[in-house]
Nanobody
């Protein structure tokens, strides 16, 4: 069973920055495509960012492109989401997720991910 623990959320003013961290229990983190999703008030959980097993390929939702960056350090079992120029609409619970080993490539759908963290709250004040 792979366990994921997010941290780094908090309260920040509009225009500020936060870095979310996801610690993964699995020693073979390098075998998993990883992603961040978020649930914002009144909406379903949505895709934010994904990164392939090596970290060589990433993609982000249009709403965060140019502001957020996803990265990973497999040797440390860590995945990160650097969030800059935060907006009030970025407020929500952010989840780290690991994709099924049976599926290759980047992943954009919740259905592709089999392991999830408990989430970390991000609140951006205007």
């Amino acid at each position: 069973q792979v366990q994921l623990v997010e941290s780094g959320g908090g309260l920040v003013q509009s225009g500020g920055s936060l870095r979310l961290s996801c610690e993964v229990s699995e020693r073979t983190l390098s075998t998993y495509t990883m992603a961040w999703f978020r649930r914002t008030p009144g909406k379903e959980r949505e895709f934010v960012a994904t990164i392939d097993r090596s970290g060589g390929s990433t993609d982000l939702a249009d709403s965060v492109k140019g502001r957020f960056t996803i990265s990973r350090v497999n040797a440390k079992n860590m995945v990160y989401l650097q969030m800059n120029s935060l907006k009030p609409e970025d407020t929500g619970v952010y989840y780290c997720a690991a994709k099924s080993l049976a599926l290759y490539g980047l992943g954009y759908s919740e259905a592709e991910y089999v392991y999830w963290g408990q989430g970390t709250q991000v609140t951006v004040s205007s």
